[in-house]
């Protein structure tokens, strides 16, 4: 058996020296990170009972995560025999060393994409740079930055980018609330416990009135879940001079609606449920059925994460959804993870929220508004440019989720 140690600046450098030197068939024994590179140690004529990785599947290790347009190595021949599954405990610490020697190249790759996107096209970058301080995803960022490809000035650029993102954002083209030629309309709101459906509601409902009137007005409650969620409703109702009626169940809920069937707006308030919760399908349930008779809107945080807004929305579209309300932007410090998944699901904006007063703060969704907003918060809470993370970002947008952000248009 001949062991031997290699340097190299990265994985792949010492990787072909072990290649030049000790042909495809060495085995990694060993690798770790140097101040200025990496080192691995590699053997020849290796025991195979013995715990080992190939530099065959170390190379293949490393193309898992490297794009398919980089260039690569010619793939090495594959064995005709699989290497036997070693039972040495030393199994899974070899393992990990091998995961942190891919984390490392990982982090390598997206330097050197990163550094070399600020060389090659400086402008695209610091575009990068501000649609991720909005609270952008990555893969819509980096999509938006060519539109200020054509522009030479920066700010300038930066305008065309903003304005892309306008064009992009889905907005109901009418307010629902404005329009009582079509009869009667029945509004339900879902969303999670604690986004504010109810407070909503009660805007919604202030709203109508006081260009309507109450007189046509009903507020209908199905939360039979949390202490204390139908008072709340009733407590509207009171200081609105509005009715409200509840019911149990979807059967329930018809014949109410039956009888309510002279009143222009019935607005429905549902049960807050987590996306995990497993009451969240019997609640859905309820308006399924109906869906022929209402319109049914999503109330989303507009402090959301992009993890937490993509969960809600994937858990809700369990009922046809006719659009969105924004509710708590004046607790947000970014806004463009709420935004993002507008434009991904292609969810409709219909009204934003950004605060208590009822019915104040309430207005229906401009998609200029909105950019702005977006861009005022960038301004006032800045965040520090950390370049480590602003290279994995650029990089997970090279390869982004199998949906692609389509143009606008308007969820009905």
């Not at 085995?27 to 691995?40: H, P």
């Amino acid at each position: 058996m001949k062991i031997k140690r290699f340097t190299g600046r990265n994985m792949r450098e010492a990787m072909a020296k072990v290649r030049a030197e000790l042909s495809d068939q060495a085995v990694i024994l060993e690798s770790r990170r140097l101040a200025d590179g990496v080192e691995v140690v590699a053997a020849v004529d290796y025991d195979e009972t013995l715990p080992q990785q190939s530099l065959r599947q170390a190379m293949e290790d490393e193309r898992d995560w490297i794009p398919a347009a980089s260039a690569e190595p010619e793939p090495l021949p594959r064995r005709s025999s699989a290497a036997p599954v070693a039972t040495d405990p030393d199994l899974s610490l070899l393992r990990q060393e091998i995961g942190e020697v891919k984390a490392l190249m990982q982090s390598q790759f997206a330097g050197l994409s990163w550094s070399r996107e600020k060389v090659q096209q400086p402008q695209r970058a610091a575009l990068f740079r501000a649609m991720l301080g909005l609270g952008l995803e990555p893969a819509l960022a980096r999509e938006l930055c060519g539109s200020g490809d054509s522009v030479a000035e920066v700010e300038q650029a930066k305008r065309a980018v903003l304005q892309a993102l306008a064009r992009k954002l889905p907005v109901l083209p009418q307010e629902p609330l404005i329009d009582t030629s079509e009869g009667q309309q029945v509004l339900a709101l879902v969303g999670p416990t604690g986004v504010g459906k109810t407070t909503t509601i009660a805007k919604l409902a202030a709203r109508y009135a006081s260009r309507h009137g109450t007189r046509d007005i009903a507020l209908v409650s199905t939360d039979h879940y949390r202490i204390g969620a139908q008072e709340q409703l009733f407590h509207y109702g009171r200081l609105l001079g509005v009715p409200v009626q509840t019911a149990r169940d979807g059967n329930e809920l018809q014949q109410l609606l039956e009888r309510l069937s002279d009143r222009k707006l019935v607005l429905i308030d549902t049960a807050g449920m987590g996306p995990r919760d497993r009451l969240l399908a019997n609640q859905l349930s309820l308006l399924r059925p109906l869906a022929g008779k209402l319109r049914s809107y999503l109330v989303l945080p507009g402090s959301s994460s992009a993890g937490d807004c993509d969960h809600i929305v994937a858990q809700f579209r369990a009922t046809p959804l006719a659009g969105c309300i924004l509710t708590k932007l004046d607790e947000a410090t970014r806004i463009g993870a709420a935004l993002s998944a507008s434009v991904r699901h292609q969810l409709a904006l219909a009204w934003v929220c950004d605060g208590q007063r009822v019915p104040e703060d309430i207005c229906a969704a401009r998609a200029d508004d909105l950019v702005r907003r977006a861009c005022e918060l960038a301004r006032l809470l800045p965040q520090s440019s950390d370049e480590e993370l602003l290279a994995s970002d650029y990089v997970s947008a090279m390869n982004p989720p199998s949906h692609r952000f389509g143009g606008a248009h308007v969820a009905v």
